[in-house]
């Protein structure tokens, strides 16, 4: 098995390699405005992913795929000499759906950010359902209270063993 570390040095070599040879020597015209985000490469080192993103409709992400596929031979070639591999690795293209996520986080974000503006203006308007503090006793209360519990400690002690002297 290969030291993670060569695999992880060898998917970023693969990920530049293949936006390099995109960039500059594929020319296809169904290649739209492309980019390579991420490659990930097997422990074998025969099996490579490449994820890519693309600015543009359902449309322009399906003539850039097309336009991969073809290119597919090429960017395999090419990946196979830079590495210095004794395989080259095969290439496997993934559309990155990427900004989708970040759209989707972006609208629930947004939704709870509105719920919570929400909560706050409702609790701003909001009033108790009956007194303020339904749990406050009266001035008078807190002193017949205070009296009775003066009057049971000035009860006489009495020594232990029940004799007084």
């Avoid at 991420?38 to 336009?67: C, E, H, K, N």
């Avoid at 090429?74 to 993934?94: I, Q, Y």
């Avoid at 503090?133 to 205070?146: C, F, K, M, S």
Wanted: hydrophobic residues 40%; aromatic residues 4%; charged residues 35%.
């Amino acid at each position: 098995m290969s030291d993670p570390a060569k695999v992880r040095r060898h998917a970023e070599r693969v990920r530049e390699l293949v936006a390099s040879v995109v960039r500059s020597q594929i020319k296809d015209p169904r290649l739209g405005m492309i980019t390579i985000t991420d490659a990930r490469i097997t422990a074998d080192l025969r099996d490579a992913t490449v994820f890519y993103t693309v600015l543009g409709d359902s449309v322009a992400q399906a003539d850039t795929a097309a336009a991969l596929e073809s290119a597919k031979g090429l960017l395999r070639s090419t990946v196979g000499k830079a590495l210095g591999l004794r395989h080259s690795p095969t290439l496997t293209f993934v559309l990155d759906d990427v900004q989708d996520q970040v759209k989707h986080i972006d609208d629930l974000l947004a939704a709870a950010r509105n719920a919570d503006a929400e909560v706050q203006r409702l609790a701003a308007q909001a009033k108790y359902a009956g007194e303020a503090q339904p749990y406050r006793v009266d001035d008078e209360d807190e002193a017949d209270e205070t009296d009775e519990a003066d009057e049971a400690t000035d009860v006489k002690e009495t020594p232990r063993g029940g004799e007084t002297r």
